[in-house]
């Protein structure tokens, strides 16, 4: 059964780091792409930054690039965002998503597996 649980989000001040987690029970989660999305209440989901399952390529929004990286460590099953500056239009709630391809996609109706989410807030 496939499982991801996301971790690591909370309260910061605008500026500010955190970094997010995603545990994956995942068969082969070494070869299949991964994905952060994020939304707010009564806005789409959006999405983030992704990662090859082929060869480790990272794409990201216009609102990450620079601030934000993605990264993975197939040893641990695990998925991470490293968020830096912080502000406050990053408040939401993040997920980790994941496709059963090893290709990135931007669109969040191709991945296959979604975590709970974590609560992201930037505030003073």
């Known amino acids: 059964q496939v499982q991801l649980v996301e971790s690591g989000g909370g309260l910061v001040q605008p500026g500010g780091s955190l970094r997010l987690s995603c545990l994956a029970s995942i068969r082969n989660f070494g070869s299949r792409a991964m994905g952060w999305f994020r939304q707010v209440p009564g806005k789409e989901r959006e999405f983030v930054a992704a990662?090859?399952?082929?060869?480790?390529?990272?794409y990201y929004a216009d609102s990450a690039k620079g601030r934000f990286t993605i990264s993975r460590d197939n040893g641990k099953d695990t998925l991470y965002l490293q968020m830096n500056s912080l502000q406050h239009e990053d408040t939401a709630i993040y997920y980790c998503?994941?496709?059963?391809?090893?290709?990135?996609?931007?669109?969040?109706?191709?991945?296959?597996?979604w975590g709970r989410g974590t609560q992201v807030t930037v505030s003073a």
């Open positions: 998503a994941g496709r059963a391809s090893a290709y990135t996609i931007q669109s969040a109706e191709y991945y296959d597996y």
């Open positions: 990662i090859s399952g082929a060869d480790g390529s990272q």
